[in-house]
């Protein structure tokens, strides 16, 4: 029923060609706190519905054909980003089975140990402590009173945190404060299944044919807060690094925690990258030549439904249509 409805609105509305963004799969060996990780078999099924009104490409490929010019229409393409082991438990299996191209992003300086990534390692171990310690956290690791104020906001209580790393150490954990994370990860009785591949693990996903690799930068930092000579090196080295290796990878930028400028974009072509990936949740739809490429952000328990009407342009053609519709109304009623 949901297949043929798709169909039936492709048929009539089509699509401007779109990216999905994914970060890990969880498995029962696994596991994950977050909405940011889907379940393996989520995955499957959304690859399973893209399959019935869109064709599945690879990233360069899709990138390709915008910069020539030519149509996007109907086009979709699957990148992950972080470049997390867990991919190699269940995704690979998945896109070779069924021959599905997936564009990896990759985190460098985390490839090189196979580090774990500090929201994971924050959202992990939540869970496992009361909401008093908690807040005992926010204050050991030096978070300000109003960066802890809440407002009534209805937020995941990791969203501050989050914040404030973003804004005052620029995306990068400190290491003065790991004693207090390790500390929690204890109480917590917690440590996340969750981490990069090392670059060995990224050359064993490279020997299927489905698979390329993109840029995420060296550090994984807010783009955007960094001085120019910064942004470069984190671009660049990041790809030099997955050249090094003799990696599939394409001169794509994604950029971390979707943050970016016009001077970041610059910055990236300075470094040699062809296109850059931001978020969004919208498809190519009206994009102008330069503008960085929006994805979709795919979250578990997300309706698929709803995805899929996102993807063929529904929402975006609703949205302009109500805002057209209320200007023509403010025009009218200026007008009298």
């Known amino acids: 029923m949901m297949g043929g409805l798709l169909r039936n609105v492709a048929g009539r509305v089509g699509s401007d060609g779109a990216i999905l ?11 994950s706190a977050t909405r940011l990780h889907v379940p393996l078999h989520e995955f499957e099924t959304t690859v399973r519905l893209l399959r019935r009104f869109a064709d599945i490409v690879a990233l360069s490929d899709l990138v390709g054909r915008r910069d020539s010019g030519l149509r996007t229409a109907g086009l979709v393409a699957l990148t992950f980003d972080d470049g997390y082991a867990a991919l190699l438990e269940g995704v690979r299996q998945t896109v070779e089975r069924d021959q599905v191209p997936i564009t990896v992003f990759v985190v460098s300086d985390a490839a090189r140990t196979g580090s774990r990534y500090w929201w994971d390692r924050l959202e992990d171990a939540r869970p496992g402590v009361s909401a008093d310690r ?37 995306g990068r954990w400190p290491a003065e404060l790991e004693p207090a994370l390790q500390t929690l990860e204890r109480e ?19 020997a299927s044919p489905f698979v390329e690799f993109g840029v995420h930068t060296r550090s994984h930092p807010v783009l955007p807060l960094l001085n120019d000579e910064e942004l470069e090196d984190e671009v660049a080295g990041c790809y030099c690094v997955l050249r090094a290796r003799s990696l599939p990878v394409i001169p794509v930028l994604a950029f ?51 995805l899929g009407l996102r993807l063929l342009g529904v929402e975006e053609r609703v949205r302009a249509f109500v805002s057209s519709s209320r200007s023509a109304v403010a025009g009218e009623t200026h007008g009298e």
């Open 256 to 306: 971390p925690f979707g943050e970016f400028d016009h001077r970041t974009v610059r910055a990236a072509r300075r470094a040699g990258m062809r296109a850059c990936l931001a978020l969004g949740n919208r498809t190519f739809r009206g994009l102008e030549c330069s503008d960085p490429l929006p994805r979709f952000c795919v979250t578990a328990g997300q309706p698929k439904w709803r």
């Open 134 to 170: 908690w807040r005992e956290f926010e204050r050991a690791v030096g978070m300000p009173p109003g960066q802890l104020r809440r407002d009534g906001a209805e937020v995941s209580p990791f969203t501050p945190v989050r914040q404030w790393i973003l804004t005052k150490y620029r």
């Open 21 to 31: 963004c994914y970060h890990s799969i969880t498995t029962p060996r696994s596991p």
């Open 188 to 206: 917590a009785g917690v440590s996340t299944a969750q981490r990069s591949m090392t670059l060995e693990e990224l050359e064993r996903l490279a």
